[in-house]
């Protein structure tokens, strides 16, 4: 396969964490995705499919694309999936990212106990790694702008939440925002690991841009 035109990293292919694209913060975005996660049915969520089948679910209309990796677990073998991204959106993911609520979490009682559990699995971040046709791209960690938002887990959820329902959460994690690319072919691979490497997270995509027509 012939890929997109190779050329150096630099902060003109990726939003930084300071960054506000299209006018919402980096933080406000990473909510975003986790909505867009949450509220996906298992049965079509994105994370549980090894082909990229589901890669185009549930989708923001405009503007950026989601992509996730896979659930963290102890396999190393990564899913690899194939996308297609109408040119003009940029693409958001987390290589490795942590969620916490208290449907899911009933020990953690409070807003601040919700802020600190997501921070300490975070600081134990042992991989985090991002690579787009074979040039790293940098990885940055942001938390979720508020630090505490309203969620609605779908009833067919992903983490198994009997019945799903409206709560609040708090998410923090290692994201990469790349800005639009251009129409043309990209392998995207990223992958990420915590609690010295017992847990893994990430995937390989294998990416076609569409020129508008």
Not at 19 to 28: M, R
Not at 108 to 120: F, Q
Not at 150 to 156: A, C, F, L
Request: charge should be negative; charged fraction near 25%.
């Amino acid at each position: 396969m012939t890929m997109g035109k190779e050329k150096p990293s630099s902060k003109l292919d990726w939003y930084s964490i300071d960054s506000s694209p299209y006018d919402l913060s980096y933080g406000q975005w990473t909510v975003k995705w986790w909505r867009w996660f949450l509220t996906t049915p298992k049965s079509r969520n994105p994370v549980l499919d090894d082909s990229g089948e589901y890669a185009d679910i549930n989708q923001p209309p405009c503007d950026v694309w989601f992509l996730a990796g896979k659930l963290g677990d102890g396999n190393k073998n990564l899913p690899r999936r194939f996308c297609c991204i109408p040119e003009g959106r940029s693409i958001l993911f987390p290589v490795i990212n942590c969620e916490a609520n208290p449907l899911e979490y009933p020990e953690l009682k409070t807003e601040e106990e919700l802020i600190e559990h997501v921070t300490a699995d975070e600081n134990t971040i042992k991989e985090k790694l991002c690579f787009l046709n074979g040039r790293p791209i940098p990885v940055q960690r942001v938390k979720s702008d508020p630090p505490v938002f309203d969620i609605t887990i779908d009833e067919d959820n992903v983490i198994n939440i009997r019945g799903g329902g409206t709560t609040i959460a708090s998410g923090d994690g290692y994201w990469v925002f790349l800005k639009p690319l251009s129409p043309g072919d990209y392998l995207l691979s990223f992958r990420g690991s915590c609690e010295q490497g017992r847990l893994r997270s990430g995937a390989d995509y294998v990416l076609k841009v569409q020129e508008n027509k």
